[in-house]
């Protein structure tokens, strides 16, 4: 007890200050930050600029048995979007396509279609801005779902790799632009951190996209359960993503993600969960040269349930598994990671895999970051399911007062707020899901508004049998 009650109030602190932050934040006019210049989640930037420009690092797209990609760009006011597409492959192939989205509708850019390719990705330029823009995987095997960057970066971080019998765990290196970009790879596994010379000035040429396939023979990082990347760029700039195919130990499906171009002392989730036909961990990734303590303290429950602190050494990576918590229910809860410096340090992935009868399904996702303590109250889908789906969206308060929620689709004329899903009660530090069963919702907009500071996840369906593939709503900034 006398390591819990420090780490209890380390972690309460660090809540509270992200509240107390967020609060000061909703006091001043609308939020100012250069996404250039600091890291954060994808976010809705403010409309008004000259060039507002979103980096999709890519998706498989080669259109063969059914592995397709797409690109998705939200209209989210009343002005018409003009702009162009550059779209890009790993055989170094590129296209500019000139983009008109009418107001208040999406557009979906076929991929495979377009510039098919074994990993093909896209940059979307907006003039005056105004968009939403997230890249999506189709498999087979599951379909996945990942908001594109705001900026481009020198420095990417990936915490979950897995490559065990024979799973593909893919690090994308995305270039957009004219020059070459010189990139080093290091990565951590239980074995420890690792710096082969073979992936040390790796190099990306102009408007092209290398992909570096950790799990092929030779690449020294095979039958690895947990296997973390750092990609430091030594001339240029990058965005960075990851293609996994899970066939093994343990895991089963597709899955893309953004990498995190920051480490942070923070990261939030707002879906977790528990229970029979649940395997949920959180891996932690600590790519500095430093040692960090890290406090997790589940909440959005009854009861919060603090876990003893973990020790997480320089440049290693640890797996936490959910399922060996006392004291922590079944069902549904929130998470939140911290370190007892205000240093960042750290980067945390969770990872579920559930089992619907003979059917077993993977999920991975990035935590989400408060921005210098501001979290956004607005969330946006820029499509939502075409069909029926329980608990699709899921809410955490970070303020300690309770709220409502509203969610809006858009169609034609603007948004609309939706039958059941207005001024829905949360409680003060609450969670709450919400069912998209209206078929106004289908393929449409959604705006999630609350009147706290709130993280919002999104659980859609992934095409294979009932299970769901996570990802984050899209933040305004």
Known sequence: MKRRLPGLLLVLVAVVGVVVASRNTAESSVPQFSVTTEGWMPSAPAAGGLIESWFCPGVPATGVDGVDGEIVIANRGGQSLEGTVLVLNDDAESRRLDLLVDPWTTATLDLDETLPGAITGAVVEIEGGGALVEQVALSPDGNSYAACANATSDAWYLADGFTVEGSIDQVILTNPFEQTVVANLSFSTQEGYREPGSYRGLTVPPRSIRVVDLG???????????????????????VVGRSQDFV??????????????????????????????????????????????????????????????????????????????????????????????????????????????????????????????????????????????????????????????????????????????????????????????????AGRQLIIEGTTRIMVERSFPNGVGGLRTPSWAIPQG
Do not use: C, K, M
């Open 216 to 238: 092929a023979p030779g690449a020294g990082a095979q039958s690895e359960p947990v296997l973390a990347v750092d990609v430091e760029v030594t001339r240029g700039r990058l």
């Open 248 to 441: 093994g130990g343990g895991r089963s499906g597709t899955q893309v993600s953004l990498g995190s171009p920051v480490t942070r002392e923070q990261w939030w989730f707002s879906n977790g969960a528990s229970g029979p036909g649940i395997d949920e961990e959180y891996v932690i990734y600590n790519p500095t040269s430093q040692s960090v303590e890290v406090d997790v303290l589940f909440i959005g429950i009854e009861t919060p349930v603090l876990v003893d602190p973990i020790e997480v050494p320089a440049r290693q990576v640890v797996t936490y598994d959910s399922s060996t918590q006392e004291g922590l229910p079944d069902g549904g809860h929130a998470v939140v990671f911290a370190t007892a410096s205000s240093e960042p340090s750290i980067v945390v992935d969770r990872v579920i895999t559930e089992t619907d009868g003979e059917v077993r399904g993977t999920g991975v996702l990035t935590g989400a970051l408060a921005r210098n303590g501001y979290v956004a109250s607005t969330w946006y889908v820029p499509r939502g399911p075409e069909e029926s789906v329980s608990e699709a969206i899921v809410i955490y308060n970070v303020d300690n007062e309770p709220g409502t929620v509203t969610v809006s689709a858009v169609g034609t004329s603007g948004p609309v707020p939706i039958e059941g899903l207005i001024d829905v009660d949360y409680g003060a530090a609450g969670r709450v899901s919400l069912d998209l069963d209206d078929p106004l919702i």
